[in-house]
């Protein structure tokens, strides 16, 4: 259902947010699709209205950790570090760069 929503969103032009892709990566973590996981963090880290949060690449961390596969655990982990966690350092994504930060969810 969740991928459904997700659809009809992009239907009809309304980008998803952080909480949103979130979400799908998770699911898509526990479900050991990583790299449809990977895809869907890569849409997120270039779309305008999502901003990083660290709770956005823990599931696919944790994925690639349940599977055994540290490599791409340690390249997701930096990208995350990439992004950064402190106030007014630049954000990577992809090719391009803005001046924004990640904010910490409030769970973690």
Same mark, same amino acid.
């Given at each position: ?18 909480? /949103? @892709? ?11 699709? +990583? ?8 849409? /997120? ?11 956005? @690449? ?22 995350? @570090? ?8 630049? +954000?990577?994504?992809?090719? /391009? ?12």
């Amino acid at each position: 259902h969740a991928f459904r929503i997700k659809t009809h969103m992009e239907n009809m032009s309304l980008p998803l947010n952080e909480p /949103a @892709y979130t979400a799908l990566i998770r699911i898509l973590s526990k479900a050991n699709d +990583v790299k449809g996981a990977e895809g869907l963090l890569a849409q /997120a880290e270039n779309c305008q209205q999502c901003k990083p949060k660290l709770r956005l @690449y823990s599931p696919l961390i944790q994925a690639y950790c349940d599977n055994g596969d540290m490599l791409n655990a340690v390249k997701i982990w930096s990208r995350m @570090y990439h992004i950064n966690t402190v106030e007014g350092k630049t +954000v990577n994504r992809g090719s /391009a760069t803005s001046n924004a930060i990640i904010q910490p969810s409030e769970k973690e």
